[in-house]
């Protein structure tokens, strides 16, 4: 492993363990369909994946997705490996499929924590987004199973125009349910989410009253919450001079502290830009996430484009790549952020 180790490791990987799923939700990234994929990552290559990445120290946490990574028939045997080769596993589910047998062989396996998808308050509002009717109620008797069987869980939700009126009253469901955490994703428009974006545009001045009054509300909150793929949140909690919760970092880790996998091997900075910077096929996901093109000008803030370039927030924030992505270019400015640096540089105006 000689000329690795000059980058600091990413915290998290988040690996698409399959593209196979039985929802067919709106919003999907993967455009996750009913069997998995050609191409998939076989046993062994995904054996050999685990291994490598457990070479990495301090070892990054792991979270198992997909897709719905229940589908995968090896999913709780790789579980199990990484949590034997010292790395902190975790599994993210739809919850749909959650038996008490099931849920014993999760924790059997060393799975640290579970994240499940609940997307509104109420199961109309749920099962639309979902695409399936009845996953809301089992989901919420899935999250029961992982109560009785002691298996930490966390709620993720992502926000849309559907639903970002309804982000309290999810947060306080989650509460009810058990959850020791909320995660909310600020919706990225790639797979399916595009129709999204395009059926409902929500203003940058919208979503940002929104995450101001999520910011507001957090200190108060009885669990633990965390806004992904929004990562202005900082800037905001910044501005009004609340305190981060004890999981905030830089809000765009892509490159910085996290890394994706995608069930054919594509090496990505996240997994809602669809950027390839190699495959773990013919490259060590060392070698990727240390030397590729693509993520060393995510870590070099002269390649960045107008507003966050400029930003003074820059070291905190670092604005959505994904969404800069789908705007025109991965390094310009996040199009969802109303904020105005201080300062404008006139050589680098691109928005």
């Not at 492993?1 to 919003?27: Q, S, Y």
């Not at 058990?178 to 974006?197: K, M, T, Y």
């Amino acid at each position: 492993m000689d000329g690795f180790g000059k980058i600091a490791p990413p915290r998290l990987v988040a690996w698409e363990t399959t593209a196979a799923c039985n929802l067919a939700c709106r919003h999907c990234r993967a455009e996750a369909v009913s069997e998995p994929l050609p191409g998939q990552l076989e046993p062994e290559e995904s054996q050999n994946l685990l291994r490598q990445l457990a070479l990495w120290e301090p070892k990054p946490m792991v979270i198992l997705s997909g897709g719905e990574p229940l589908m995968r028939p090896d999913i709780l045997d790789l579980a199990y490996l990484g949590t034997s080769l010292g790395m902190r596993m975790l599994l993210s589910t739809n919850g749909t499929m959650m038996t008490p047998s099931l849920a014993k062989e999760i924790k059997a396996s060393g799975v640290a924590r579970l994240s499940v998808s609940l997307d509104g308050p109420t199961a109309k509002e749920h099962d639309s987004f979902r695409g399936l009717a009845g996953s809301f109620d089992s989901l919420v008797q899935g999250v029961g199973i992982m109560r009785a069987e002691r298996l930490p869980f966390q709620i993720n939700t992502t926000i849309t125009a559907y639903n970002i009126s309804q982000i309290p009253a999810i947060t306080s469901l989650a509460e009810e349910l058990g959850a020791i955490a909320h995660h909310v994703f600020l919706l990225v428009p790639v797979g399916r989410a595009l129709n999204l974006a395009s059926e409902s545009s929500v203003r940058p001045e919208d979503y940002e009253e929104a995450l101001v009054d999520l910011k507001t509300r957090e200190p108060f909150l009885k669990l633990d919450f965390k806004a992904t793929c929004a990562p202005q949140y900082n800037r905001i909690g910044r501005q009004l001079g609340i305190k981060g919760s004890r999981h905030s970092g830089r809000g765009c880790l892509g490159g910085q502290g996290f890394m994706f996998v995608s069930h054919a091997g594509e090496v990505r900075a996240c997994g809602y830009l669809p950027l390839a910077a190699g495959n773990v096929r013919q490259e060590h996901p060392m070698a990727v996430y240390e030397n590729s093109a693509l993520f060393k000008s995510l870590r070099n803030r002269e390649e960045y484009l107008g507003r966050c370039r400029d930003c003074e927030y820059w070291s905190i924030c670092g604005g959505c790549r994904a969404r800069a992505h789908s705007a025109g270019n991965f390094l310009g400015s996040e199009p969802l952020c109303p904020h105005e640096p201080k300062k404008r540089s006139d050589n680098f105006a691109c928005k």
